[in-house]
């Protein structure tokens, strides 16, 4: 069983900061990639960005150059988002990919999302 918790979520005005964790615990033998994903009301999840096993990172260019991912202790992962605008509301999720004690292939796992809304 692999758990997938974010925190970090809240209200901030435009230009504003937020920084997002992601932990993931159970019976993970090895993470090949930890990312972010978000999903606005009415519209369909999509990628923020994701970091591979080897460290090379990845961003959507909607965010690249105002969000940073970073490797935190253990299995974790932080999201800093900076200049922060309306269009970056919505539901934050984080996705562990990973082997386990019991899988052959990387499975998917995701978290219960943490909520970002930005607003004056």
């Known amino acids: 069983q692999v758990q997938v918790v974010e925190s970090g979520g809240g209200l901030v005005q435009p230009g504003g900061s937020l920084r997002l964790s992601c932990a993931a615990s159970?019976?993970?033998?090895?993470?090949?990639?930890m990312g972010w994903h978000r999903q606005a009301p009415g519209k369909e999840r999509e990628l923020v960005g994701f970091?591979?096993?080897?460290?090379?990172i990845m961003y959507d260019k909607s965010v690249k150059g105002r969000f940073t991912i970073s490797k935190g202790e253990g299995k974790t992962i932080n999201l800093q988002m900076n200049s922060l605008k309306f269009e970056d509301s919505g539901m934050y999720y984080c996705?562990?990919?990973?082997?386990?004690?019991?899988?052959?292939?990387?499975?998917?796992?995701w978290g219960q999302g943490t909520q970002v809304t930005v607003s004056s």
């Open positions: 159970g019976s993970i033998d090895r993470i090949t990639s």
């Open positions: 996705k562990v990919e990973a082997f386990t004690s019991s899988t052959s292939s990387p499975s998917s796992y």
């Open positions: 970091i591979v096993g080897g460290g090379a």
